[in-house]
């Protein structure tokens, strides 16, 4: 009779190992023995903390990009909705002005022109494409707060400076701050 080894992992039988004592096939860990791994399952692949950090990484990135663009919206809209009352003032007090509708008729549509004035580079004005029942053209307005200073008409035939009020009201008001006070 044979008595259990004392061994874990060691037969208790008298049966030789076909392989040999210290052959150097070895079965793979939980596969070739009747008594597997010692925890009963096969061990779980290791997980690198790779994916969670790029996860984490590209959601602050996507949160900041998303916080980006809805502030320049925002800001695109606040300049849009300016412009286009600027127009419609544009509109409202050009649309009766002779040279006006000499060249370009009645006034049909005035919207802003992005392209014309980002090309303009550090020169003062904005242009505003203006288009009638006799032609087209463009508006050079320098106007700051909602108050137009300056217009100036230009299309093919040539350029005309359009009267103001906020102009003339602007001159008068430097004009009354601008002399020195009298000596005695």
Known sequence: MSFPSNEPFK?????????????????????GSPYGSPTGLPEPPKKGNGCLVAGIVGTIL????????????????ALDADHKEIARQLSVDYRNDPKVKEQIGEVQDISYNWGATLARGEEPGEIYDVRGD???????????DGEIYSVELRNDRGEWELPTEDAAMAGEHAAEHDHAPELE
Do not use: D, W
């Open 62 to 77: 996507g949160l900041f990009l998303l916080l980006c663009l809805g502030c320049g919206s925002l800001g695109y809209f």
């Open 11 to 31: 037969p208790s039988s008298s049966i030789p190992n076909p392989y040999g004592e210290g052959s150097a096939h070895k079965p793979a860990p939980g596969f």
């Open 134 to 144: 006799k032609g087209t053209g463009q508006f050079l307005v320098e106007a700051s």
